[in-house]
């Protein structure tokens, strides 16, 4: 309520009296009074409020400045987002939010940190400022984390064929210390412990991969990855785990030299996938982190390039030529927090500039600090390894997301200038058993509230699925799909975007409830070229339809200015809870510009040298048009108009047929298929036959790989439509219509009956941290206990059937003999997200024959115990009943799923 006073207070000023001025008239009539605003710069001359107002108004691209007694002066040209912090003075110029000038782009920066970057057929391997580099040839990584010990090795194929439909060219991939070594010098390397195979397969299928080996990797692991063997001696031999101590790097050297065996001949210097190296986790000790580095290279890990986590920033700046690549992330919402609340920042949904802001922090004896935190050292490339896929749940704070929470977010952080993604998790976990106890909450691989080191958070003990675009037994989810959009067109056209540099327009959001002002940025490099982010979507709030004019673009030094859409079109209309990006004087081949559209450029398709085929999807409520340079010969049957000496097809109606075909003076053409809509997130890429080849599909997948194209689906039959279109296929427009039947299967039987009613709800009680603690193995007898007999499940490989546990309580266990197969706590999901058992995924892991039994836990959970210890979100709280307590279940639902071969 207090901000949205304040923000109030900020709109009043806009037409109050007393506008600030200075001598070349130019006038803050925005009031930043107890407001401050982030993405500005450090003015270092300034010593007063005076100096800092005096000098905003003799800058001319100065529209904001803010001022605070310690923080002293920060302006600039534009701003991320402002925020009511008191102490703060300034003031803001009244600007255009539909009005942006493009941005020079920067000149690269060499870095010489690369080493082993030559593989056996002479292709290289490099990193400047800007990107990585293939050959001198920019790249856009697109990384999906996945942790091989929580997925049994018989779907590890599968799953990384699914990642790779998801539009992902790279891994990252935690290797937990703890899974490998849980018993001192007995190494395991079976099943899904088997490093070696799990890499292998990576190479095979034409992936790259950043091995993360800790030896402290955190990742919900148990004490961060330290087996409990280690934790014992750093007592008894007294060394501080994660230090240069010699006692400690002796054991990481153990550790080290077991990786190394396992990769041996598979990094990219042996023609291997392992690129990159991260080293530990999580820390800003650099002497720690060097002195690891040098350990791993004397065993002979040798990557390409050796990276690090970027936060928390090291106390002083890097090092010149630092020989480690920092990487970065963002979430979109926190498990780890103890509130009582949401924990989601609106800054993950607005534009910036990049993670290189000042960070302002009220403490609690009312001191402000201001922090540069986050910040991409000068000379190195923005990319991120742990942009939230999703988020897990912890047991005193129940997260619930939406699926489209993290694409959206996605999109904002492209534009603000992030040149390569990495999703933590792309791919949810099972976790594996431990070799030495059962599944009880205190002994589990996973961290608990019970562990001897460690964050100690309150983790379920085998369920890791963190809501990720792939959950823990492979079942996709609508931001697969979503983010597969962004995915597909980084993959076609990333080498193009990682040179272009964001720009803001003139007026910005004021802060997280300002829902009306437009949110959108550009990226653009020095050819003119770029593209336009747009995104009206922030978690957990209604973001309403904008309707504006147009937006107009400058090029830099304003020698051309661009207004989209043109006045043939529809004014300017986004859809609420809407994102997307539109080209604007982009090449979309390397000798074809699409001056711009009002439509996503998503691929495209070269059919040979001289022809190509580009994909777009209409942006929903908006008119679509496209617009090219006048010297192309524009062949349509659509409205054509000459706009500002560009040719604009307008009034276009999205189909499966060719919108326009272009011919260029040096002979190239080019054919555009703009698709409806509702294809956006069914559009999928891939190498068929040595062809570049789009499918388009509502499949839960769609493997395209060299010899064969899969379709999985829930469906009778399976129908895509696919170009370029295969023999035998039905025309439908430039596409051929594929259908195939998918197999017939007897009925699989699960029959719910109820074993022992639960007793007693437990009180909770609070663990060491403070935190909410999760039941102990003796709490969760309390539990009522269901039989789910199962007959009929399938031998057949092509066959996926899952069991989908809905209940209201507090949390769940599924047995079968003795052994938990997966656990869950509460947090309202009913359909995605809501638990499930792999009941094929599983079946060779666990042994599970034909008819077998399961046992089915569901511990009661007390209204009163909402109040102070457990945050669920109030829009999904479990069923209550009068005496305030939850416990109740669903009939189980079996869904199958049929892989079968579309060409």
């Known amino acids: ?3 949205a006073l304040q923000l109030l207070v900020l709109a009043l000023a806009l037409i109050a009296a007393q506008a600030q001025q200075c001598n070349n008239n130019r006038t803050y009539p925005v009031s930043l009074a107890g407001v401050e605003c982030w993405g500005l710069t450090l003015d270092a001359a300034a010593n007063t409020s005076t100096d800092c107002f005096n000098n905003c108004c003799n800058s001319p691209d100065c529209i904001v400045w803010n001022w605070h007694p310690e923080q002293k002066c920060w302006r600039g040209a534009t ?14 110029m009244s600007q255009d939010e539909t009005i942006m000038t493009m941005q020079p782009a920067k000149t690269p920066k060499p870095l010489p940190i690369a080493g082993n970057n030559t593989d056996p057929n002479g292709n290289t391997f490099s990193v400047d400022s800007i990107s990585y580099l293939i050959n001198d040839k920019r790249l856009y990584p697109i990384g999906g984390e996945i942790h091989p010990a929580r997925i049994p090795s018989s779907q590890w194929r599968n799953e990384l064929l699914k990642m790779r439909a998801g539009g992902l060219n790279t891994l990252s991939v935690y290797f937990f210390w703890i899974h490998y070594e849980e018993v001192q010098g007995q190494f395991n390397t079976t099943g899904r412990r088997d490093i070696k195979a799990f890499v292998e397969l990576v190479k095979e299928l034409n992936l790259t991969m950043m091995a993360r080996i800790g030896p ?12 409990d063997w280690l934790v014992a001696k750093s007592k008894s031999e007294g060394f501080r785990l994660r230090s240069t101590d010699p006692k400690y790097l002796n054991y990481v050297a153990g550790w080290y030299t077991f990786l190394q065996q396992q990769l041996q001949g598979l990094f990219f210097k042996d023609g291997g996938p392992v690129t990159l190296v991260q080293i530990d986790n999580e820390t800003p000790d650099l002497d720690y982190l060097s ?35 920092p990487y970065f992330g963002g979430y979109p919402d926190l498990f780890w927090t103890n509130a009582m609340s949401p924990a989601w920042s609106a800054s993950n949904w607005m534009f910036g500039s990049g993670p290189s802001f000042a960070h302002t922090q009220t403490h609690g004896n009312g001191t402000v600090s201001k922090t540069v935190q986050y910040a991409v050292p000068d000379g190195y490339p923005w990319v991120d390894v742990e942009q939230g896929g999703g988020m897990t749940a912890a ?26 993604l990495g999703y933590y998790m792309y791919h949810g976990g099972n976790n594996p058993h431990s070799v030495r106890y059962n599944d009880d909450p205190n002994v589990t691989l996973q961290e608990s509230s019970f562990q001897p080191a460690g964050a100690a958070n309150p983790m379920t003990s085998i369920q890791y699925d963190f809501f990720a675009p792939i959950g823990q037994f492979g079942q996709t989810r609508a931001h697969y799909h979503q983010m597969r959009a962004l995915h597909v067109f980084l993959l076609a056209y990333g080498e193009e975007v990682v040179t272009m540099e964001p720009a803001m327009p003139l007026a910005s959001p004021m802060g997280d409830t300002d829902v009306t002002t437009l949110r ?14 747009v995104n009206n979507y922030q978690r957990m709030t209604e973001m309403p339809a904008k309707h504006r004019s147009h937006l107009t673009i400058n090029t830099v030094n304003s020698t051309h200015t ?33 001056t711009w559209a009002t439509a996503q450029v998503m691929t495209k398709v070269a059919i040979n040298a001289t022809f190509t085929t580009v994909f777009l999807a209409e942006t929903r409520s908006q008119a679509v048009e496209l617009a090219f340079p006048s010297t192309y010969h524009v062949t349509t049957s659509f409205p ?15 189909g499966y047929d060719a919108t326009v075909v272009i011919t260029t003076p040096s002979g190239q053409s080019v054919q555009f298929v703009v698709l409806p809509n509702q294809h956006t997130f069914e559009l999928w890429s891939g190498v068929y036959k040595s062809q570049e080849t789009v499918v388009v599909s509502q499949a839960e997948a769609v493997l395209v790989q060299p010899d064969r194209i899969d379709i999985k689906t829930s469906l009778l039959q399976a129908t895509a439509l696919v170009y370029p279109p295969p023999a035998n296929s039905q025309p439908s427009g430039v596409f051929g219509s594929v259908t195939v039947a998918t197999p017939s299967t007897t009925p699989i039987n699960v029959s719910l009956q109820l074993k022992s009613p639960a007793g007693p709800a437990r009180d909770i009680p609070k663990a060491s941290t403070g935190k909410a603690q999760e039941p102990t193995i003796a709490e969760w007898q309390a539990a009522q206990k269901y039989s789910l007999k199962v007959t009929g499940l399938p031998s057949s490989p092509e066959l996926d059937v899952r069991l989908r546990l809905n209940y209201n309580g507090d949390a769940s266990r599924v047995y079968y003999q003795q052994r938990c197969l997966t656990d869950s706590w509460y947090s309202g999901y009913e359909t995605e997200g809501a638990p499930q058992v792999g009941l094929s995924y599983l079946r060779d892991d666990a042994q599970l024959p034909e008819d077998f039994e399961l046992e089915w836990w569901v511990l009661p959970l007390k209204n009163s115990s909402l109040a102070a210890d457990v945050y669920i979100n109030s829009e999904v709280l479990p069923t209550f009943d009068s005496d305030g307590l939850a416990l109740s279940v669903s009939e189980p639902e079996v869904i199958v799923f049929a892989t079968v071969q579309l060409l």
């Open 1 to 3: 309520a207090m901000m």
């Open 79 to 92: 701003y991320q987002f402002c925020k009511s912090i008191t102490n703060w003075t300034g003031g803001l």
């Open 216 to 227: 402290w990797c955190h990742g919900e692991a148990r004490n961060g990855g330290h087996p």
């Open 291 to 325: 002195a690891l580095r040098v350990l791993a290279m004397d065993v002979g890990i040798a990557p390409a390039v050796f990276t690090k986590t970027g936060w928390p920033a090291p106390p002083s700046a890097y090092p010149p030529n630092y020989p480690m690549v």
């Open 395 to 420: 047991y005193n704070h129940r997260v619930h997301l939406d699926s489209p929470d993290m694409p959206s977010m996605h999109l904002t952080m492209v534009a603000a200038g992030v040149n390569g």
């Open 520 to 533: 959108w940025e550009g990226r653009f490099n020095n050819k003119s070229g770029g593209v336009i982010f």
């Open 562 to 594: 661009y207004t989209v859409p043109s006045s043939y079109s529809q004014p300017l209309t986004v859809a609420a809870n809407s994102w997307f990006h539109w080209p604007l004087n982009f090449p979309v081949t390397s000798e074809v510009k699409l």
């Open 640 to 654: 054509l108009a000459s706009v500002n000496g560009s040719q604009v097809v307008y009034s276009i109606v999205p």
